[in-house]
């Protein structure tokens, strides 16, 4: 099978002859530049360090809808604005169609690729409280739910429209394997927000996107960090039908999700912390997820980048413990 297949398998709740075995998060720039002090090749193409490593290919498109030419925030969680007047400034820099005709140009270029499943290919869109917080900034934009909710659904709603436009154009041409909304709105404890400010900001919009995805056969899942389970039947509502990354070190345990959502798709759940510790230790984190992988509609991976305590020899029997697990998972 390809990878291509083995996804469309383990998603679709079948077996495969083996489960993917991939990296979902590219790395960090610490991580490789330790790799390539010990001798690791440098990222030039989609698939250098994963042929390096020996995954399986797995190439991500991802939709913005900033330019280049948008100022950007003096520092990390910082906004570029802090009303409507600002943000109609802006309007300039947001939803135009160059990053759409990139899309299409990076999605014409791997099609044949693609369809004869030499890699698997995800695409990812901005969500609808990923996308605000990049304008207001982290803590402007909690307060602008209750301060600028105006201005919120006007974001919201712009968003929806240049996403719609995109996916006519890009569906036709790209048939991910599966796609993730950006989101990052759960932290360690929980959701960042409350079920009634997710009914009325997010999931409005959701429902006008996500049946577009299904019509093509796209699978939808969510990326947010942190502890996601309480937010799982929030996402069920809206249709979407998996999430990433799984974070360990948040308390998220994919063999209980698995018990409460038998049917939930799932990627990550690896608890990244333990692979600077040696094969005994990454052994038993993968006995540790092996009931959840052995259950279907789970792609085991590493719960966010893998960080630069760990080595290249160290990746290296991850990886190899990985395809052992893979194997093993569908026996």
């Known amino acids: 099978m390809t990878n291509r297949e083995r996804f469309q398998a383990v998603f679709g709740g079948e077996k495969p002859d083996r489960l993917p075995v991939v990296e979902w998060a590219s790395w960090w720039t610490l991580t490789m530049e330790r790799w390539q002090g010990e001798g690791a090749p440098a990222q030039t193409g989609p698939d250098t360090l994963q042929n390096y490593f020996g995954l399986d290919p797995l190439r991500q498109i991802w939709l913005r809808p900033r330019s280049r030419e948008l100022p950007q925030p003096v520092s990390h969680g910082a906004g570029i604005l802090e009303d409507e007047e600002q943000y109609e400034s802006m309007l300039y820099g947001l939803y135009n169609d160059q990053n759409i005709d990139e899309a299409v140009a990076r999605a014409t270029e791997w099609q044949a690729g693609h369809e004869r499943g030499d890699f698997a290919e995800w695409l990812t869109l901005e969500g609808f409280f990923w996308f605000p917080r990049t304008l207001?900034?982290?803590?402007?934009?909690?307060?602008?739910?209750?301060?600028?909710?105006?201005?919120?659904?006007?974001?919201?709603?712009?968003?929806?429209?240049?996403?719609?436009?995109?996916?006519?154009?890009?569906?036709?041409?790209?048939?991910?394997?599966?796609?993730?909304?950006?989101?990052?709105?759960?932290?360690?404890h929980g959701p960042m927000i409350s079920k009634e400010l997710f009914d009325?900001?997010?999931?409005?919009?959701?429902?006008?996107?996500?049946?577009?995805?299904?019509?093509?056969?796209?699978?939808?899942?969510?990326?947010?960090?942190?502890?996601?389970?309480?937010?799982?039947?929030?996402?069920?509502?809206?249709?979407?039908?998996?999430?990433?990354?799984?974070e360990r070190q948040a308390g998220v345990d994919v063999n209980r999700i698995r018990s409460n959502h038998p049917d939930w798709l799932m990627v990550g759940g690896y608890d990244k912390t333990i692979m600077h510790l040696g094969?005994?230790?990454?052994?038993?984190?993968?006995?540790?997820?092996?009931?959840?992988?052995?259950?279907?509609?789970?792609?085991?991976?590493?719960?966010?980048?893998?960080?630069?305590?760990?080595?290249?020899?160290?990746?290296?029997?991850?990886?190899?413990?990985?395809?052992?697990?893979?194997?093993?998972?569908?026996?």
């Open 136 to 188: 207001f900034g982290i803590e402007n934009h909690l307060y602008a739910f209750y301060d600028e909710p105006e201005l919120m659904h006007r974001m919201n709603r712009e968003l929806t429209a240049y996403h719609l436009r995109a996916l006519e154009r890009l569906l036709p041409i790209m048939k991910p394997e599966f796609m993730t909304f950006a989101e990052d709105m759960s932290y360690n």
């Open 200 to 246: 009325t900001f997010m999931l409005p919009y959701y429902r006008q996107i996500i049946p577009v995805l299904k019509d093509f056969g796209v699978r939808v899942l969510i990326d947010t960090d942190g502890n996601v389970e309480p937010l799982i039947p929030w996402f069920k509502e809206a249709g979407i039908e998996g999430v990433l990354p799984l």
């Open 279 to 331: 094969e005994e230790a990454m052994r038993r984190e993968f006995e540790r997820v092996l009931p959840a992988m052995r259950s279907g509609r789970y792609v085991p991976s590493v719960d966010h980048q893998t960080p630069p305590d760990v080595s290249v020899e160290q990746y290296r029997i991850y990886v190899r413990l990985l395809k052992e697990y893979a194997e093993k998972a569908v026996r």
